[in-house]
């Protein structure tokens, strides 16, 4: 098998005759997979977003591709060729509880670092660590009564410190 019509072989063939044994086979396209954990790097993260870019061919960047992690943090993005690719990771919630970025700890897609997927392939540890979002509850209190409560969903994957303190005036 050859990636391109150039790469190919060419094959004689004879008007009103069955050339045999000219078979091809096709591959798989490539993906890559990883884990991804919360800031202190063992906790699995469920639900977060994993967003695959190509170069669009101006300077810019094309997403192509996505993935959004289990229950163990774990998650596939598929659907590629041989590329160089760029990998971003974002909460799935409103608000962020985690800070979005771009794969090896980086803060956009253009300084992101470059992760090789082979065709029929599978680039493995493309893994994340998410720091939280530092959080702030602007309130005053007057004169009187002020209730400030916060609900919090026992079901949400909260990590400790969440909350780390509350503070008045």
Do not use: C
């Not at 000219?22 to 591959?27: H, M």
């Not at 695959?52 to 192509?64: I, L, N, R, S, T």
């Not at 990998?87 to 771009?102: H, W």
């Not at 007057?142 to 909350?163: K, Q, Y």
């Amino acid at each position: 098998n050859k990636m391109t019509l150039d790469d190919g072989d060419d094959v004689a063939v004879t008007a009103g005759a069955t050339t045999p044994n000219i078979d091809a086979q096709l591959g798989g396209y490539g993906s890559l997979a990883g884990t991804v954990y919360g800031e202190d790097g063992v906790t699995p993260l469920p639900d977060i977003y994993v967003d695959v870019y190509e170069p669009d061919g101006y300077g810019g960047w094309q997403w192509v591709s996505y993935g959004q992690t289990d229950a163990t943090g774990q998650y596939e993005a598929g659907g590629l060729v041989t590329w160089e690719y760029r990998v971003g990771v974002s909460d799935s919630l409103y608000p962020d509880q985690f800070a979005s970025e771009f794969y090896n700890d980086k803060a956009t897609v253009e300084t992101g670092d470059d992760v090789h997927v082979e065709l029929g392939a599978m680039t493995e540890n493309v893994n994340a660590s998410l720091a939280l979002v530092p959080m702030t509850v602007p309130h005053s209190l007057a004169s009187g009564w002020n209730l400030m409560s916060l609900s919090l969903d026992p079901s949400s994957p909260a990590l400790p410190g969440v909350l780390s303190s509350i503070a008045g005036d």
